[in-house]
């Protein structure tokens, strides 16, 4: 594993690479914004002049990219990175894809003698900055052993969901859980302040009590509570509420395909929508809270 290539320097991309480069690995890099690709490179990455460019000579790649089509875009077909690369390569695949396109990614991957992880991520920007991300990992457990230093230079969490595909269903488990998460907290705060609480003082006592969860003890969605939530920054940085919609949108194909009951995540997908056509789409996700305020 002498060299990777890292396909895709967005908000959670750009200080996942940086990361690989603080932990000695030699990183040939792209992306569509040249400055990313730039920015790395003043940091000691090898720039690229595109995706199969980058993955001449590497042993391992790494992408993150923002849907499933840009996945399948970018490895499948004659001119797909799969046919770029060498047999015996190892795929980090750590987008939020759709199961099915991961499978599918999967088996093609294993039909040219690549080895494939489908490995999304929580943790969000700070996480990907800090190193300390979840990676939740679909695929052979022998090719994760393989890959294990490069996740650990990247996070702090590395959990075998299982197969092929297993790992984005992970995913997109995870995030619905905290899209309702938000919502309630959201929900809850601005009723307590319409009844005269003070936010701050409200947001503690649900904290210390059983109404607990990670919105309440990280990412307090009413502005000013936490000084660093993206809330009291305008809603800015953080997880984009389109990303937020385009995960709940994957975890109601999910249950659609098992035939399983999700009443509070299609409630969550819809308020998601809301937000998309008041055109909040770019902000951080906690941006659900203007929902219940007037």
């Not at 990614?105 to 943790?123: C, F, T």
């Not at 679909?138 to 595909?165: C, Q, V, W």
């Not at 649900?206 to 003890?217: A, F, I, K, Y």
Request: net charge negative.
């Amino acid at each position: 594993m002498n060299k990777i290539a890292f396909i895709g320097l967005g908000h959670m991309g750009l200080p996942m690479a940086r990361n690989l480069l603080k932990a000695g690995f030699n990183l040939s890099v792209f992306d569509l914004l040249q400055a990313a690709v730039e920015d790395l490179a003043k940091d000691g990455a090898q720039a690229a002049s595109s995706a199969v460019d980058a993955v001449q000579g590497a042993d391992v790649v790494v992408s993150m990219l923002p849907a499933s089509r840009h996945v399948e875009g970018l490895y499948l077909g004659d001119n797909g990175l799969l046919a770029a690369l060498k047999p015996g390569s190892l795929v980090l695949e750590c987008s939020t894809i759709a199961p099915e396109s991961a499978r599918k990614v999967h088996q093609a991957a294993q039909a040219r003698g690549i080895e494939l992880l489908d490995a999304p991520v929580s943790g969000g920007t700070a996480g990907a900055a800090a190193g300390t991300l979840t990676f939740m990992i679909g695929g052979a457990a022998s090719t994760l052993e393989k890959a294990r230093t490069i996740f650990e230079a990247m996070g702090k969490n590395i959990f075998h969901a299982g197969p092929d595909g297993a790992g984005q269903v992970a995913k997109v488990c995870n995030n619905q859980v905290l899209a309702v998460q938000m919502i309630a907290t959201a929900e809850a705060m601005a009723m307590g302040v319409a009844n005269g609480l003070e936010p701050a003082v409200l947001a503690e006592i649900m904290r210390q009590s059983s109404g607990g969860n990670w919105t309440l003890e990280k990412y307090n969605p009413w502005p000013g509570v936490m000084e660093n939530a993206p809330a009291s920054k305008g809603y800015s940085g953080g997880f984009m509420a389109e990303l937020m919609t385009k995960d709940l949108g994957l975890a109601q194909e999910a249950a659609q395909a098992s035939g399983s009951s999700t009443p509070m995540g299609a409630l969550a997908l819809q308020l998601y929508r809301l937000l998309l056509k008041q055109g909040k789409g770019k902000q951080d996700f906690s941006v659900v809270q203007q929902l219940f305020v007037e």
